[in-house]
């Protein structure tokens, strides 16, 4: 998809986020809606364009509903968090493109239900961090539910071969840093 679809398709999703907001407060449960809401989306270019307030000769031709995104976001009325989200990672992916093996047995649990999302969650901010550097993952790592979870490493998306041509998955608990080294 383009990067004004999924600016579009964000707009939508914050106005979702927004409503289901303003539902949580109106039933008493403001505490679970103290932080802004974060959105995970694929795109880099429509995420740079809900986070920042440019005008591009990409978005210039987005018309001005599609922009609500712009207003819920930090800049704005700080309801809603855009975070990048890559495909090894986004369940979405499943639904909408055709997937490697790896991903498809990685992110299947959580999609059937054998899986707490929040752990898939928590491994996005993990990876984040590691990409970031820990520059703006501490407001993210806020706002995911819940007490903490160990999180269960997923093999990497691309599997070294052993000998026969047979893939080499990394174990269960070990860190982001030894499957890089794998890698």
């Given at each position: 998809?383009?990067?004004?679809?999924?600016?579009?398709?964000?707009?939508?999703?914050?106005?979702?986020?927004?409503?289901?907001?303003?539902?949580?407060?109106?039933?008493?449960?403001?505490?679970?809606?103290?932080?802004?809401?974060?959105?995970?989306?694929?795109n880099k270019t429509a995420n740079q364009w809900a986070n920042d307030d440019k005008i591009?000769?990409?978005?210039?031709?987005?018309?001005?509903?599609?922009?609500?995104?712009?207003?819920?976001?930090?800049?704005?009325?700080?309801?809603?968090?855009?975070?990048?989200?890559?495909?090894?990672?986004?369940?979405?992916?499943?639904?909408?493109?055709?997937?490697?093996?790896?991903?498809?047995?990685?992110?299947?649990?959580?999609?059937?239900?054998?899986?707490?999302?929040?752990?898939?969650?928590?491994?996005?901010?993990?990876?984040?961090?590691?990409?970031?550097?820990?520059?703006?993952?501490?407001?993210?790592?806020?706002?995911?539910?819940?007490?903490?979870?160990?999180?269960?490493?997923?093999?990497?998306?691309s599997p070294s071969k052993r000998k026969g041509g047979a893939?080499?998955?990394?174990?269960?608990?070990?860190?982001?840093?030894?499957?890089?080294?794998?890698?």
């Open positions: 998809a383009t990067a004004a679809n999924e600016y579009m398709a964000l707009s939508h999703a914050s106005k979702h986020a927004v409503w289901l907001r303003q539902i949580l407060t109106e039933i008493g449960l403001s505490k679970l809606v103290e932080q802004p809401t974060v959105i995970f989306a694929d591009t000769a990409g978005n210039m031709w987005i018309l001005q509903c599609y922009h609500y995104v712009k207003e819920m976001a930090q800049e704005g009325e700080n309801l809603v968090k855009i975070r990048y989200v890559g495909s090894r990672n986004n369940l979405a992916d499943l639904m909408t493109k055709g997937v490697d093996k790896g991903t498809l047995r990685f992110l299947a649990p959580f999609i059937c239900g054998h899986k707490p999302i929040r752990e898939l969650m928590l491994l996005i901010i993990e990876e984040a961090e590691e990409a970031l550097k820990g520059a703006q993952c501490e407001a993210v790592r806020g706002a995911v539910p819940g007490p903490p979870v160990e999180i269960s490493k997923r093999s990497p998306s893939p080499l998955f990394v174990k269960q608990g070990e860190s982001l840093r030894k499957r890089q080294k794998l890698a």
